[in-house]
């Protein structure tokens, strides 16, 4: 690969969301179509849910290896925005707030016994790339987010649109999203235009993109296979 300018590192990073981004999963489709019913609504917020409480201690691991004052700063308010400043604040009890909506029982849900294996796969995958690899790739991992204001926006109106079992305040995790999910990739986009100074560099970057991609698609993938084909796996959930 040659050298590219930051820009055409930027073309090609939104290409990859373009082609590989999880709006694309059928999973997807038929969620925001309204061609799911509320139990295989509740095995995604179910397995999604590990996703959401798996994100603060991914962003911790690497906060803990970056070098500055100004890049911790920027960093610890992901795990803010997920943990909350206090009790009953954040995403991830947002999140709960949806699992609730839907009728499942938060011990369950926070208990992550009926998650299935492929969500725990994926999931954990993520967050030991983020803990093992270099800080520019782990930075470059995060940036599926430039890709999430728009599916957050068609996922929330076609729920609403759809299902009599959900609500605005159900699907209140989203709200914040719509404002964290763009300073947040705004920073990261920023980082890695301006640290990617190599072609091995610019193919990490690309890389790193490409794998959290795969996380999100294969954790769709899982789903479709045990609730919409029918084959749950031993000790998953059960609708
Ligand atoms: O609803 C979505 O489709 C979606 C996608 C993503 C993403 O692209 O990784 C995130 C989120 N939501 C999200 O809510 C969130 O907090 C989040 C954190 C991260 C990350 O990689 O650090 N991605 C995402």
Not at 56 to 77: F, I, Q, S, V
Request: hydrophobic share 35%; aromatic share 10%; with cysteine.
């Amino acid at each position: 690969m040659t050298l590219l300018t930051p820009d055409q590192l930027e073309e090609r990073l939104r290409q990859i969301g373009a082609e590989r981004y999880h709006n694309r999963h059928p999973f997807h489709r038929k969620l925001h179509d309204g061609l799911l019913t509320k139990q295989q609504v509740q095995a995604w917020a179910l397995n999604r849910y590990y996703y959401q409480a798996s994100i603060p201690a991914k962003d911790a691991t690497l906060l803990a290896r970056l070098p500055t004052t100004d890049l911790r700063r920027e960093w610890r308010r992901r795990i803010e925005d997920h943990d909350g400043t206090g009790p009953g604040t954040g995403g991830v009890e947002r999140w709960l707030v949806l699992t609730d909506g839907l009728g499942l029982d938060r011990d369950y849900v926070q208990s992550t016994e009926g998650l299935l294996p492929g969500t725990r796969f994926a999931v954990d995958a993520y967050v030991h790339f983020v803990r093992d690899r270099s800080i520019l790739a782990a930075i470059a991992s995060s940036l599926t987010e430039l890709f999430s204001p728009k599916i957050i926006s068609e996922r929330v109106s076609g729920m609403l649109r759809h299902y009599d079992f959900i609500s605005e305040e159900t699907l209140a995790y989203f709200t914040p999203r719509l404002t964290q999910a763009p300073r947040d990739s705004d920073f990261a986009l920023a980082y890695v235009r301006e640290h990617a100074r190599t072609p091995e560099q610019q193919q990490e970057v690309l890389s790193a993109l490409e794998f959290k991609c795969s996380v999100l698609w294969s954790m769709l993938d899982a789903l479709d296979y045990a609730y919409v084909d029918g084959k749950i796996p031993p000790g998953a959930f059960v609708p």
